[in-house]
């Protein structure tokens, strides 16, 4: 088995799981030309999983519906993702092209957003969870975001974070603001750095990597607290409004 990240507009990824006569899972499709590409060099699609209904991780599905009408396509219950032949939600187990999976709920970008969990220790989790960042709250609240996060954090630290955009450097200046005396993230945007100069991807990061790095899934540290107090000018009434308020900081934030 390998991973391959085929890239999509600006800096979406299409993720492939592909064995060893390449049959490929095919991760958000946002664009259909990358997998066709890629079809014509030997992949070959054995299904697809949406974690959400957003163009830019499901926009291909017609194509490659019409490509191949028998594609298997795993998402979840939403009626804006029509082209879906398996609606799958949180706890349902399933086997595609040799590999199990498991979907876990995790509402807050929009609504009805999952991730698939492989047993073989990669996480799919679209916009959800970034390397050193988490997703805009389109649909859901604060409360519900933060339980989702906690939700994929509970997996094992070895686990490969594999989301849908390369953020990281981005994310990593507002993170490193957020918390600057955090050794593990200077090590981490470092790498990121060497990674990008170097035309690589940073991404798969592991859940390792990110509970010692991302401050949204550091919310109960006190670096965490005591940035977002003195952001409030007060302590935080509770720790979804310390989430809240480093969700809000995130989005008017300027490098």
């Known amino acids: 088995m390998r991973?391959?990240?085929l890239t999509a507009f600006e800096d979406n990824y299409i993720w492939a799981l592909v064995d060893d006569e390449g049959n490929a899972v095919i991760v958000d499709p946002g664009d259909a030309a990358p997998v066709l590409a890629a079809s014509e060099l030997g992949l070959w699609p054995a299904g697809v999983l949406i974690t959400h209904h957003h163009a830019d991780?499901?926009?291909g599905l017609p194509?490659?519906?019409q490509r191949w009408p028998a594609l298997p396509v795993f998402a979840p219950e939403d009626p804006r993702i029509p082209e879906a032949t398996e609606r799958v939600g949180?706890?349902?187990?399933f086997h595609l092209n040799g590999w199990d999976f498991q979907v876990l709920a995790v509402p807050g970008h929009t609504s009805s957003h999952i991730a698939f969990h492989g047993v073989e220790g990669h996480l799919f989790c679209g916009d959800t969870l970034f390397s050193l960042g988490c997703g805009r709250l389109f649909e859901g609240t604060p409360s519900q975001m933060l339980a989702s996060?906690?939700?994929?954090?509970?997996?094992?630290?070895?686990?490969?974070?594999c989301c849908g955009h390369e953020y990281t450097l981005a994310n990593a200046a507002f993170a490193r603001a957020v918390d600057p005396a955090n050794d593990a993230l200077r090590r981490r945007t470092e790498e990121a750095q060497a990674m990008r100069t170097a035309g690589r991807p940073t991404l798969p990061s592991t859940l390792a990597t990110e509970l010692a790095t991302n401050p949204f899934l550091r919310v109960d540290t006190l670096a965490i607290r005591d940035a977002v107090s003195a952001r409030l000018g007060r302590e935080p009434v509770d720790r979804v409004e310390t989430f809240a308020e480093l969700r809000r900081w995130k989005d008017g934030f300027r490098a």
């Open 57 to 59: 991780h499901a926009g």
């Open 149 to 161: 996060l906690e939700h994929l954090a509970a997996l094992p630290g070895a686990t490969a974070v």
């Open 3 to 5: 991973l391959t990240a």
């Open 63 to 65: 194509a490659l519906r």
């Open 90 to 93: 949180e706890g349902a187990r």
